[in-house]
């Protein structure tokens, strides 16, 4: 069976590595994430990661910072993150690298289109930390751009919940799963697939977005290799 998707951009969130566990990480959660991301690699499909970093820092967490610093702080996180990721596939056999927006070469290479292009090419998972460099923007704008940048065929956003529904299901009962459904759509009903910004760029880009739950990182697999899961947005 032939993957339906040749290059990739997964965005994990930063609680989902922490999915279950007392501190901020879930070793065998993510060992099991990084077992199928070897599956995936071993079926040709060429992987690039963003990662959030709400398992140590999110925002401002209630405190009245400066915006600007308490982003700063979450960019570090997610560099954090993605040291951890980069263990636990390599562990798994998967030939990885990380590079983050803002420089720290002791650690990971500076993000470079071309470099993290032929990182891929070489069928390496290239995590992207850092998000954009800038404050004010989420790790989802940096997943959807990064995907743009790396002509990704779709971006796999995997989520705590298994797909874009009409209201949050935690809070409403009568809240039914949409299989498809257009960025249009998205932004004129407020859904919580991702940020505005990120849905927008998406949209002006044509990049497809599939939103499927992590709860079984088996899906990661399954969305690549074209299954229906999840809600698709183009």
């Known amino acids: 069976m032939q993957p339906k998707y040749k290059r990739v951009l997964l965005k994990l969130s930063g609680e989902a590595l922490a999915k279950g566990a007392d501190g901020i990480y879930n070793h065998g959660f993510i060992d099991s994430i990084a077992a199928v991301i070897k599956k995936c690699t071993d079926s040709g499909v060429e992987i690039g990661v963003v990662v959030g970093a709400g398992n140590i820092w999110r925002g401002r967490q209630g405190v009245n910072m400066d915006r600007v ?17 980069q263990d636990a596939f390599e ?3 998967v030939d990885t690298r990380v590079m983050t927006a803002v420089e720290m070469k ?7 289109r071309s470099r993290a292009t032929r990182h891929l090419e070489k069928g390496r998972v290239t995590i992207f930390g850092c998000g954009l460099g800038a404050p004010y923007f989420s790790t989802d704008t940096a997943a959807v751009l990064r995907a ?17 529904y009409t ?19 998205i932004l004129a009903r407020g859904l919580a697939a ?3 910004t990120a849905t927008s760029f998406c949209m002006d880009n044509h990049i497809p977005i599939l939103v499927f739950g992590l709860d079984d990182p088996e ?8 299954e229906e899961i999840g809600t698709i947005v183009k």
């Open 91 to 93: 562990r798994a056999g």
């Open 219 to 226: 899906n990661i697999y399954r969305a690549v290799m074209g």
């Open 106 to 112: 002791a650690f990971a290479e500076p993000y470079i």
């Open 69 to 85: 610093r308490a982003d700063h702080m979450g960019m570090l996180a997610t560099a954090i993150n993605s040291l951890a990721l």
């Open 194 to 196: 991702m940020d505005s």
């Open 167 to 185: 209201a949050d299901p935690r809070k409403d009962k009568n809240a039914t799963k949409i299989d498809e459904i257009t960025y249009q759509e």
């Open 148 to 164: 743009a940048e790396i002509e990704a065929d779709v971006v796999l956003l995997a989520k705590n919940i298994d797909g874009v």
